[in-house]
C-alpha cells in the first residue's frame, strides 16, 4: 500500500473524479460564506456571524481531519471532524433558516450551504458509526 504525506494527496491519487469533484462543490460551499461575512443594516454593515461560523467550523474541522489523518490514516474516522465542528454551525443555521428569507442571496446561499454539508454529514455519520462497530481498516 502507498503511503501519502497528507489527506488532500491521498484524496486525490484514490477517489473517483465524481467524488473528487463533489468535496470541490463542498468546499465552495464552506468558503462561499466569505461572500456573506458583513451585512448592510441601517445602522450601518455588520457581521453575519453564521457566515463567520461557517469560515470557522471548515478550517477547523480541517486541521482536525489533518491531525486525524495523521494519526489513523485514511479511515472512516476523518469524518468526525465534520460532525465536531459542522454539526454545531449546521444545526444553528438550519434552526434559523426561515430569518434569512429577508436576503434572498444569502436565502440561496443557506439553503445551497445545508444541502451540500448535511449529505456530507449524513456520509460522515455513517463512517464514524462504521469505524466505531469495527471498520478500522484503511479506505485506500
Keep these: 500500500m502507498q503511503e501519502y504525506t497528507n489527506l488532500g494527496e491521498a484524496i486525490m491519487a484514490t477517489q473517483p473524479i465524481w467524488l473528487i469533484t463533489y468535496l470541490y462543490v463542498l468546499v465552495a460551499a464552506n468558503l462561499g460564506a466569505i461572500f456573506f461575512i ?3 443594516t441601517p445602522q450601518g454593515w455588520r457581521p453575519r456571524y453564521e457566515a463567520i461560523a461557517i469560515i470557522v467550523a471548515f478550517l477547523m474541522a480541517g486541521e482536525f481531519m489533518d491531525y486525524l489523518y495523521a494519526e489513523y490514516g485514511y479511515v472512516r474516522l476523518l469524518g468526525f471532524a465534520h460532525i465536531v465542528f459542522w454539526t454545531p454551525v449546521y444545526v ?37 458509526i462504521r469505524y466505531l462497530l469495527g471498520e478500522t481498516g484503511s479506505m485506500i
Design 38 to 40: 458583513a451585512k448592510r
Design 92 to 128: 444553528w443555521i438550519f434552526t434559523h433558516r426561515e430569518d434569512y428569507k429577508v436576503t434572498p442571496y444569502f436565502a440561496k446561499f443557506v439553503g445551497f450551504y445545508l444541502v451540500m454539508a448535511g449529505i456530507s454529514l449524513l456520509i460522515d455519520f455513517i463512517d464514524v
